[in-house]
């Protein structure tokens, strides 16, 4: 199947074939004839499938005939939980669009107001906006969506992951009944499919690929680290590789993404920070010289971990586990893009072992074990980890109060720690007995102390 066969407009088709594109993916393939149709959709495929063109190229279809009745607001409303996707998505309709006479502006957090203001008064036939920007923008008056006939929610899981679920509901009451409304997203989840149906009118379904499904074509390793310090000293050794021409590193906190890249940079590496807490235009900024090949290491929190389609990324580092499996999968989403090949390289300290075992569940294979030469962990994952019905338990080691001694064993096995006990019951030698029962799968355990 190539493009000319899903009936798009001849300048939106000159465009792709500008881009050098001839075939839809299979998302795109089967969204794009029903968005075209103007049926309200729900559709949801792994990162990298081209989901963006999925819900571009028909909105732009749809925006290129004209509006006569059109009073003052946009025509197609665009829904993004990241600025970085945003902007993403503004340059794609810019490049689709090139050939079409449609005026679009992209409305984030961390930009000027002036600025924003300035392209709201053109009165722009689509918009592009992070939810709590256009919201502010909404409760003032600046921006009217009673013209509103399309609405798309692109990374919906995202913005619900975030918090946004209350600021998209108000958005969404905003709008007219009548429009047509598309729903991507990465998962579908229980919470996604109940805010479809609320929003949607007997939404056509798409769904390409299951939750659990990585990219084939990424090669995914793990390196079991003994601490921070091996950590640091195994990111050194895998960056002189002259097989990374370009790599993202994901921390866990933006202060230890702005150390890292810190560090990388003393070390003469051309590194750079990205997360939150940047202003939008040093965010610009970054992506841009990453874009150009200035920066080839970017170390950056979970706000690059969609959104961020950077082409050449040879390798993605987690240098810190994420708290979940889906998290991971979007990470090392951003390699292997549009067939291309990548690796993701994993570190796991013996305090990640939960998020390790969280990930693998979710992916439904383990992930192979690496060494450095030189670098070998003191000890194996074997004693890291142990699989047990319900779940996977570290051993632990800790001291508790009176400086007893405790070993934290599986669930079925509780230990008890603590001086031997005399004949007289609940009585010890050396203060008082510390006992440790697990509950359930989930790792909760109660301490009770007896006398």
């Known amino acids: 199947m190539s493009f000319k066969n899903l009936e798009l407009a001849f300048p939106i088709l000159k465009a792709l074939n500008e881009c050098g594109y001839t075939a839809p993916t299979p998302i795109q393939a089967q969204s794009i004839p029903k968005a075209l149709a103007g049926r309200d959709?729900?559709?949801?495929?792994?990162?990298?499938?081209?989901?963006?063109?999925?819900?571009?190229?028909?909105?732009?279809?749809?925006?290129?005939?004209?509006?006569?009745?059109?009073?003052?607001?946009?025509?197609?409303?665009?829904?993004?939980?990241?600025?970085?996707?945003?902007?993403?998505?503004?340059?794609?309709?810019?490049?689709?669009?090139?050939?079409?006479?449609?005026?679009?502006?992209?409305?984030?957090?961390?930009?000027?107001?002036?600025?924003?203001?300035?392209?709201?008064?053109?009165?722009?036939?689509?918009?592009?906006?992070?939810?709590?920007?256009?919201?502010?923008?909404?409760?003032?008056g600046r921006i009217n969506l009673s013209c509103l006939e399309l609405l798309v929610l692109d990374e919906a899981d995202r913005m619900l992951d975030m918090g946004f679920i209350e600021d998209v509901e108000r958005i969404v009451d905003s709008t007219p009944s009548g429009r047509q409304t598309l729903l991507f997203a990465a998962t579908l989840n229980n919470t996604i499919v109940k805010l479809a149906r609320r929003i949607l009118k007997h939404p056509e379904r798409v769904e390409i690929a299951a939750r659990q499904t990585t990219h084939e074509c990424i090669e995914q390793r793990l390196h079991v680290a003994d601490n921070l310090e091996h950590k640091r000293r195994m990111l050194k050794h895998l960056i002189s590789d002259p097989a990374m021409t370009r790599a993202i590193i994901f921390s866990a906190t933006k202060r230890d993404a702005d150390r890292l890249a810190r560090e990388l940079y003393a070390q003469g590496h051309a590194a750079s920070a990205l997360h939150g807490d940047m202003k939008q235009s040093a965010r610009n900024r970054t992506m841009s010289n990453m874009r150009r090949g200035k920066i080839r290491l970017l170390v950056a929190t979970d706000v690059a971990a969609r959104g961020i389609d950077v082409a050449g990324i040879s390798h993605i580092i987690n240098f810190d586990l994420p708290k979940c499996g889906e998290d991971y999968v979007h990470r090392i989403g951003r390699t292997g893009r549009a067939g291309a090949s990548g690796i993701a390289i994993s570190f796991a300290s013996f305090k990640e072992t939960n998020e390790l075992c969280r990930i693998e569940r979710y992916i439904g294979q383990t992930l192979p074990e690496h060494v450095v030469p030189g670098l070998e962990p003191r000890r194996s994952l074997q004693h890291m980890t142990a699989k047990k019905k319900g779940g996977w338990h570290p051993p632990v080691q800790g001291y508790g109060r009176n400086g007893l001694k405790r070993t934290f064993g599986n669930r079925r096995n509780a230990v008890t720690a603590g001086y031997p006990k005399d004949k007289k019951r609940g009585s010890t030698r050396k203060g008082k007995r510390l006992i440790i029962e697990y509950r359930n799968s989930k790792e909760s355990r109660r301490l009770r102390r007896a006398s």
Do not use: N
Not at 43 to 53: F, L, V
Not at 84 to 101: D, H, M
């Open 41 to 140: 959709l729900i559709a949801s495929a792994q990162t990298g499938t081209g989901k963006t063109a999925a819900f571009v190229l028909p909105g732009l279809q749809r925006l290129s005939a004209p509006c006569p009745g059109r009073k003052r607001g946009p025509r197609a409303l665009v829904l993004t939980p990241t600025r970085e996707l945003a902007e993403q998505i503004t340059e794609s309709v810019r490049v689709y669009g090139k050939y079409l006479r449609v005026k679009s502006t992209c409305i984030v957090g961390g930009m000027p107001y002036p600025e924003q203001l300035r392209a709201l008064r053109k009165s722009p036939d689509l918009v592009i906006a992070t939810p709590g920007r256009l919201l502010d923008h909404l409760e003032r």
